[in-house]
């Protein structure tokens, strides 16, 4: 497949920078920025569960490779160079805009290869049952339609874009396929940043909503979902408290700072595991656990420690819990109290991404605050994806990757029409989708980055990567806990990164100071 001949060629760190702006769409197909290839490294370690139906998959390979080579057949019509999109704009205006130099023509066939995934994503969730021929045109007719919109929007082109919209939500249905499924939230984005464009000639976009605008209740209903029945966080909960518990061996005085207390998941699910770990691993249990959580829901956050206070006593362990209301970008040191003597661990689990900022300071001030605490680990738990390029059209190809498989997952994991897939898909992923597709300046607060580029911002933030050792464990976690079939979990450079056939979807790695 396509996977190993791209990842063996190009590679995410060796791209080549650009000097400007063109919103052409030939240059919209070759924008310079880090190939996104969702594959894992070739000297990786992986292991894999076994699909329980060999003859299924043949059929899906047979499925994704014909549709591919269909898409490589017509890509004239997707990425050649010049479309229909942006004909219809004033060849004089698309002229005054500044060209851009590259060197190289990279992005181009990433772009036809991630638009290929997409159409086989696409095919691969349709019913087994159904029309192959069929199901396989309207697969890359959608496709198409999404990556026209998305073009059309990119080029202020309303009227086109539009039209486009029309077409897309007579097709792209709530409760189709799994690809139909994702095509409507990202039509719910272009909808809401084709209002906010403003006139060909004017810069910028107008403020959008929030990602925590959506009702409260349904969100927490939707995370809730989202952490008993996929493994993303539940594998991040996993291999952190390891890793805290590593750095807890032997000490007496532990602390935990917990920032963001993982959006807020109720119960403190993450925290009783560690409780129940340290209550019954050998030797004496610690004298003192603290935990501190960081955020701005601390009633939310109180009710958590004080269940978890309860729990604790159950189980013979004293433990003090506090909340310190502050968003990450106004933390100060002075605000977390340590005690002498105490062992520190800071937790983040998806956090970080949220302070990831044009500028680069909100996130730089967090780490430095977070290294002037001097913690024995920091435990960095992100989605594995890049989302936070600075070109619109390459953020929308690498999301609609990214969660494609997601939403692949989630037809592998429950039925068709259960209520339950479509609140953790429209209260809770797509929030995700609208959010990067269409918002711009502090309300994208969805910044995913690469494992690589966090690898990067931390070392310069002076810290050092502290590898984990537990892919035995990892393997024996994904049995355990009866992951569905598909999903994988690999080494890489030190992390450990689940991904869905192999498509990284959430990274977890360990940092000393």
């Excluded at 496709?143 to 073009?151: R, S, W």
């Excluded at 956090?351 to 001097?374: F, P, T, W, Y």
């Excluded at 029409?417 to 898909?425: F, I, S």
Aim: aromatic share 8%; with cysteine.
């Amino acid at each position: 497949m396509a996977h190993s001949f791209l990842s063996g060629e190009f590679n995410d760190e060796n791209v080549s920078e650009t000097s400007g702006l063109d919103l052409s769409l030939s240059a919209m197909a070759c924008y310079p920025r880090p190939p996104y290839l969702p594959t894992f490294d070739s000297n990786a370690v992986s292991w894999i569960l076994p699909f329980s139906d060999d003859t299924r998959d043949a059929k899906r390979m047979r499925r994704s490779s014909s549709l591919v080579e269909s898409i490589r057949s017509n890509n004239s019509s997707l990425y050649s160079g010049g479309s229909s999109i942006c004909r219809s704009i004033s060849t004089n205006i698309l002229n005054s805009i500044p060209k851009l130099h590259f060197r190289d023509h990279i992005w181009t066939y990433t772009q036809r290869y991630l638009a290929a995934e997409a159409a086989s994503e696409a095919m691969i969730n349709a019913d087994e049952g159904g029309n192959e021929e069929e199901g396989n045109a309207d697969g890359m007719r959608l496709v198409q339609l999404l990556i026209a919109c998305a073009e059309a929007v990119a080029c202020r082109d309303k009227s086109h874009a539009s039209a486009l919209l029309s077409e897309l939500r007579s097709n792209a249905l709530v409760f189709g396929s799994s690809f139909q499924r994702v095509a409507s939230c990202f039509v719910q984005g272009l909808t809401d940043r084709l209002s906010l464009v403003q006139p060909l000639g004017a810069v910028g976009f107008v403020p959008t909503m929030n990602i925590m605008d959506i009702a409260s209740d349904k969100k927490q209903e939707a995370l809730r979902l989202v952490y008993e029945i996929c493994p993303h966080i539940r594998f991040g909960h996993f291999v952190a408290n390891n890793a805290i518990l590593e750095a807890f061996e032997g000490e007496s005085f532990v602390h935990v700072v917990d920032l963001g207390m993982t959006l807020g998941l109720s119960h403190g699910h993450q925290w009783r595991r560690l409780i129940e770990s340290l209550a019954e691993r050998a030797g004496k249990a610690p004298s003192r656990l603290r935990i501190t959580g960081v955020g701005l829901c601390v009633d939310r956050f109180r009710i958590i420690g004080d269940e978890l206070k309860e729990y604790a006593k159950d189980m013979g362990i004293n433990l003090e819990f506090s909340a310190v209301e502050s968003n990450l970008e106004n933390l100060r040191p002075e605000d977390i109290k340590i005690n002498e003597g105490e062992v520190l661990v800071v937790n983040s689990i998806l956090q970080l991404h949220c302070v990831v900022k044009e500028s680069r300071g909100a996130l730089n001030s967090v780490l430095q605050i977070v290294h002037e605490l001097s913690p024995k680990v920091l435990v960095l738990v992100e989605q594995d994806s890049s989302h936070n390029g600075p070109f619109f059209l390459g953020r929308f190809m690498e999301a609609l990757h990214y969660y494609s498989a997601i939403f692949d997952s989630l037809d592998a994991m429950l039925p068709k029409y259960d209520t339950r897939r479509a609140k953790m898909e429209q209260f809770y992923f797509a929030e995700e989708i609208k959010n990067i597709v269409s918002c711009e300046g502090p309300a994208r607060v969805e910044r995913h980055e690469r494992v690589y580029q966090w690898r990067r911002r931390m070392s310069r933030a002076g810290f050092q990567a502290a590898p984990i050792k537990m892919m035995a464990q990892a393997k024996q976690w994904l049995v355990k806990n009866k992951v569905c079939d598909g999903y994988t979990v690999v080494e890489e450079k030190g992390c450990l990164v689940l991904g869905w056939k192999s498509k990284p979807i959430i990274a977890a790695s360990c940092w000393k100071c």
